[in-house]
């Protein structure tokens, strides 16, 4: 184990000199390098956001998962009693939830990821799998799976983030619909708890740990490997975009999609604010847009909605993905000529974002803040939060991707810890379409400094707030809240039983401070 000290608070010098004797301890820069002392630092108390900025103590980079038991086992037993820790993955959170001010950050990449696939039986029996590190990233997965004619079939848009870190909040994209978040494709975990007891578990053993820890935010223990369900992956994949400039068409047209899981395999959708965004949106996908929108009217702006579904190519047997593209698209309800098409192969599909991170870092856009707000939100309040959205931005310089699509709520496990939107008050009972939304807003200092990204961040407060109040009743995803009272709310009916599971797992809140849910139990 590895152990990189930032400050010589002495609680935090007790606990390395006591655990030092097995193991490995780079105590000081002259031991562990100047630059690579300052750039582990930095990068401790950094993520996406660029928002919060909390330096953490002593970074941890662990060989194996015991080094992490050891750790916890440590604290829980001993009188170091401030001491927080965060397991940080790719770091890619908004809101500083992977940083521990003052803690232990435990770099969870440190830990060897060797990924080990099961193939189903010949005759067809059983399931394929991997077995993969909590901190390997989900492009490893795929680079791995895919050397077998395997893949995951639950993603998110974005491949460079940890499998631990997307199982502790749900992990979505465009297969949601289809086969659930990433958490509905996890056959067992290995977790460290806060109480530092290393568990296998699985829906039929531990199964109490195992369902806390899916979209527990970190709260319960530490993931340090992973089952996740495989299937056999297609070579190339249909993928076409539709324009609409009429909300109900397009939502109508997305829920049409989702209804025909045996045809399609993917469906996501973006609000078209502006011309920028249709450009930017249009890096990954690679076909000359006969589109020239007009976006200003005379007396207000106007937006337009592009839907964005795809195909696998040996989906349909006996039948192109193009026969089943047109089988559908003759349901739908597009602008005329509006629907565009290309053929990519798998890998190039599911990893589209990098090319518009390639985009944006190329250009500097990249390492800059980002002040984003997810929401899901029920179908019978999703025109309403649409409208609200757009009260609250100026779509003219919007900059940044507006995602939203449709979710199918049987396609959640209700044992996990996510807690998905209830009925909206007066509401016929729980819906089944719930929408995510994802306003994935960047802010650019060069033209956004830190006066106009707090009044983003106060604005995205107050959407949230609104949108979880009366009729939307919709609820953060990646959620960032100011205070354990708001917690409460967003966890509503489930709160008892996350508070339960944490006193259960993590009875001294040693576990993931950057939450903000539950303070350190002295
Ligand atoms: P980190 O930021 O490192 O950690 C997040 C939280 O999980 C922290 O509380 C941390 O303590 C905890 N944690 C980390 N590793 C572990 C572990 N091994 N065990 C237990 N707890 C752990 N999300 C989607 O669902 N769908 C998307 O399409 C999507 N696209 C994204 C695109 C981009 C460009 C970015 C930046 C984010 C995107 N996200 C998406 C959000 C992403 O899933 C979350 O931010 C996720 O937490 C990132 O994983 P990470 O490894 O960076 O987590």
Known sequence: MEFA???????????????????????????????????TKSSASLDFGRIVFNSPSAVLRPQSPRDISLLLTFLSASSFSKVTIAARGAGHSIYGQAQALDGIVIEMDSI????????????????????????????????????????????TDYLYLSIGGTLSNGGISGQTFKYGPQISNVLQLDVVTGKGDLITCSPTSSSELFYAVLGG???????????????????????????????????????????????????????????????????????????MPEFHHVSSAKVYYCIEFAVHDFQAEGTSAEQVVEKISKQMSYMPSLMYSVEVSYFDFLNRVRMEEMNLRSRGLWEIPHPWLNMFVPKSGIKEFKDLLLENISPNDFEGPILIYPLLRDKW?????????????????????????????????????????????????????????????????????????????????HWNRFAARKNLFDPLGVLAPGQGIFPRVH
Not at 21 to 27: D, G, L, T
Request: glycine fraction near 8%.
């Open 112 to 155: 060897p990821s060797d990924i080990y696939i099961h193939k189903k039986r010949d005759d067809g029996s059983g399931f394929s799998y991997a077995d993969v590190g909590g901190g390997a990233l989900w492009v490893e997965l795929l680079e791995e799976s895919l050397k077998h004619g395997l893949a995951p079939r639950s993603w």
């Open 413 to 493: 496990d209700a044992n996990t810890s996510v807690p998905l939107p209830d009925a909206p008050t007066g509401g016929d009972g729980v819906e089944q379409v719930v929408y995510i939304v994802g306003m994935l807003r960047s802010a650019n200092p060069a033209s956004c400094a830190a006066g106009c990204l707090d009044d983003i961040l106060r604005r995205n407060r107050r959407i949230a707030e609104a949108a979880s109040a009366g009729r939307i009743g919709g609820k953060q995803y990646l959620a960032h809240h100011p205070s354990l009272l708001h917690w409460r709310d967003h966890f509503g009916r």
């Open 217 to 291: 935010l970190g709260q319960f223990g530490i993931i340090t490997r992973a089952r996740i369900l495989l299937q056999d992956a297609p070579q190339k994949v249909k993928w076409i975009r539709a324009f609409y400039d009429d909300f109900d068409t397009f939502t109508g047209d997305q829920e049409l999609l989702v209804s025909m899981p045996e045809l399609v395999d993917y469906v996501e959708g973006f609000i078209v604010p502006n011309e920028q965004s249709l450009l930017s949106t249009s890096v990954a996908f690679p076909v000359h847009l006969g589109f």
């Open 5 to 39: 000290l930032f400050c010589t608070k002495v609680n935090i010098l007790i606990l390395i000199l006591a655990l030092c004797s097995p193991c490995k301890f780079i105590q000081s820069p002259m031991d562990f390098g100047p630059s690579n002392l300052l750039e």
